[in-house]
């Protein structure tokens, strides 16, 4: 309500911001969550809450009319289709040079994500969060995230016999027949609910190609993991469908958070003022550092110092698929929670993972997302007369990515004879180099922020999203800013409050 005066704000409810409401509601403090999407609790017309990949309807898109598939063209065809304009649950957000691809609804980036919960390996995290105490992380903070996250591996012995995972296999038998080291992602996702999909004794989801617009099935997001937790604690309330726009210092201590109230058609319909003691933001390294530009630059945060904005990187994604052999099909049947990756980071800054391309047809495609070592950062800024962020990435700063991904997929192909596909991102197009998944950076710790997510000039206002994180994790990243959420929220309750 209009007037309230809350102890803690928080912006946003993926991982940061759910860890920071969990910690914060056991310490004893009261917390109102702020999330301009749904709530995403609610069974649609068809019975299920989230829509299929292969059926993209009104709830798979943030306020488009069309849809915008990260993988747009099949055999040279768009894939794309018409939907009504709808606060849906992928937000593909477009910048100059990259559309960044988002979760919106109550759970953030873990409702559309594919749940691949990967600990960085220890030899790289100095690149990672160099500021920060590797041997904490990695006894404490790591552990308690993969705890907290629900995190398993799949079971070898079913890997090697399920249909599902023939891709994944065929991703092994390249990888090593290359020389490359494959590795088991851990994910979220419940190994057990997706044995009984395969063996036909409960509804399908991963099974059935559901992936990007939600799972309805065995993905645990954050719903099930640290919200429930938060919410069962009795101080944890959550508005959906509220938007923050304005945080600024209230007369009398604190400060006044302002909040739009939308329609499902992105409509404001009310707009609210609350006052917080102390606000969170953890509205995700796009979503922060949008609001933070702009909050510096029209004055309502005026201490805010010059590194807000910078360092904000792409994890270095790139994607691309390879033609494979009659012999080498990757079935019509492909589990779309990926389990495997090749590693070849130190050789060539590249990880990539073997990704589903749950079509239901074979395709006698591999396909991959790999996160490389691009040393390319961008920086947000506010331009006044458009009255909106910018980002100033560019289409040609995803070379460095394409060179180290190469030394991976050009050495398999030239082994395999097989050739990339160039029809999975336009016409002629191998490199699906025009987005990211990933984006890191913004409000970077130690720079924009003091070592905890304190930002500077304004006592009581933190950051603990991933917009800490200087561009790039080396590995996918929602494990490492659960876990730098945990320590940071660790030191504000034990030295703030
Ligand atoms: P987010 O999870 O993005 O949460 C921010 C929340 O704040 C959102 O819910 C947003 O709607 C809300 N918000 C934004 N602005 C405002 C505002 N002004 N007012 C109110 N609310 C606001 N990572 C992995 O580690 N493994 C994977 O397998 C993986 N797969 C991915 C697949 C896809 C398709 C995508 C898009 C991402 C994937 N990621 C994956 C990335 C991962 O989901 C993100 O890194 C992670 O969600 C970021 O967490 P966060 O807490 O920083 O912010």
Redesign the pocket.
């Known amino acids: 309500t209009s007037g309230a005066r809350v102890p803690a704000l928080v912006?946003?409810?993926?991982?940061?911001?759910s860890v920071a409401a969990l910690r914060l509601a056991q310490a004893g403090v009261d917390v109102h969550m702020?999330?301009?999407?749904m709530a995403w609790d609610t069974p649609g017309p068809d019975g299920k809450i989230f829509c299929n990949t292969r059926e993209p309807d009104h709830r798979s898109y943030w306020l488009r009319t069309r849809s915008k598939a990260p993988l747009n063209y099949f055999l040279g065809f768009p894939i794309d289709r018409d939907i009504s304009r709808y606060t849906g649950i992928?937000d593909a957000e477009d910048f100059s040079g990259i559309t960044v691809?988002?979760?919106?609804?109550v759970?953030?980036?873990?409702l559309?994500?594919?749940?691949?919960?990967?600990t960085p390996k220890r030899e790289n995290f100095g690149a990672v969060l160099p500021s920060v105490n590797a041997a904490e992380m990695y006894d404490i903070y790591y552990p308690r995230a993969n705890a907290g996250l629900g995190v398993s591996s799949v079971d070898p012995a079913w890997f090697d016999s399920t249909a599902c995972y023939q891709y994944a296999r065929v991703g092994r038998k390249h990888a090593q027949r290359s020389g490359f080291p494959f590795v088991f992602v851990p994910d979220v996702y419940d190994w057990d609910y997706m044995k009984q999909e395969a063996a036909g004794t409960v509804t399908k989801s991963a099974l059935a190609g559901e992936i990007?617009y939600g799972n309805n099935h065995g993905k645990k997001s954050l719903q099930q993991t640290y919200i429930a937790r938060a919410k069962a604690t009795g101080r944890v309330a959550i508005s959906p469908l509220?938007?923050?726009?304005s945080v600024a210092p209230a007369a009398g201590g604190g400060y006044t958070v302002v909040i739009d109230q939308l329609n499902t058609n992105g409509d404001t319909t009310a707009t609210k003022t609350v006052t917080a003691d102390r606000v969170f933001f953890?509205?995700?390294?796009v979503?922060t550092s949008k609001?933070l530009v702009k909050l510096k630059a029209t004055g309502a945060l005026p201490n805010l110092n010059d590194e807000i904005g910078k360092g904000w990187g792409d994890n270095g994604n790139v994607m691309c698929g390879r033609a494979n052999h009659m012999w080498d099909p990757t079935g019509s049947l492909q589990s779309a929670i990926p389990c495997a990756g090749i590693d070849n980071w130190a050789a060539g800054g590249a990880f990539a993972e073997v990704a589903p391309l749950p079509t239901g047809i074979e395709t006698y495609a591999s396909f991959y997302l790999a996160i490389t070592k691009n040393p390319n950062r961008a920086q947000f800024s506010w331009n006044a007369a458009t009255g909106k962020a910018d980002l100033n990435w560019q289409t040609s700063w995803k070379q460095p990515a394409i060179d180290m991904a190469k030394t991976i997929f050009d050495k398999i192909n030239a082994k395999e004879g097989t050739i990339y596909r160039t029809d999975l991102f336009g016409t002629y197009k191998i490199w699906g180099d025009h987005l990211t998944?990933?984006p890191l950076g913004g409000a970077v710790l130690n720079k924009a922020t003091d070592n905890y997510g304190r930002l500077t000039g304004h006592p009581g206002l933190y950051v603990i999203?991933?917009?800490l994180i200087p561009g790039n994790t080396s590995v996918?990243?929602?494990?490492t800013?659960t876990a730098l959420a945990e320590r940071n929220i660790e030191k504000i309750i034990a030295t703030d409050l």
């Open positions: 912006i946003g409810t993926g991982y940061g911001g702020i999330e301009m999407g992928l691809y988002q979760g919106r609804g759970g953030g980036g873990s559309v994500n594919g749940g691949m919960a990967v990007l509220h938007k923050v726009t953890a509205a995700g390294s979503g609001l998944y990933h999203d991933g917009s996918n990243p929602f494990v800013i």
